[in-house]
């Protein structure tokens, strides 16, 4: 099992780029792919991206495709998503989460998630 919290979250104008982070405790992090989520209220949560545990493989949701880039630096023990080319869609809490070996875009199969953070984008 693996602690993780995320940050970078806030209010910003469409167009415009924030950088959330992933900070990680506990278990050997470079073991654990690492996925970002978000759920906007009443909606559904939507797979935004994931990143394998070396990080040589990525995968993104189609709507934040070729705006938004995962990344990770294992000796930190964090994973980065880097969101450019706001729109107001992308208004959500957006979590991070971690599952032990491969990785998935199904949420159902990370155990372990952190608490979220919010971002908000206006118009």
């Known amino acids: 099992q693996v602690q993780l919290v995320e940050s970078g979250g806030g209010l910003v104008q469409a167009g415009g780029s924030v950088r959330l982070s992933c900070a990680a405790s506990g278990r050997t992090f470079s073991g654990y792919a690492v996925g970002w989520f978000r759920q906007a209220p009443g909606k559904e949560r939507e797979f935004v991206a994931v990143i394998s545990a070396s990080g040589s493989s990525t995968y993104y949701g189609d709507s934040v495709k070729g705006r938004f880039t995962i990344s990770r630096d294992n000796a930190k023990n964090a994973v980065f998503l880097q969101m450019n080319s706001l729109i107001p869609e992308d208004t959500a809490i957006y979590y991070c989460?971690?599952?032990?070996?491969?990785?998935?875009?199904?949420?159902?199969?990370?155990?372990?998630w952190g608490q979220g953070t919010q971002v908000t984008v206006s118009s």
């Open positions: 989460a971690a599952r032990f070996g491969f990785l998935s875009k199904n949420a159902e199969q990370f155990p372990d």
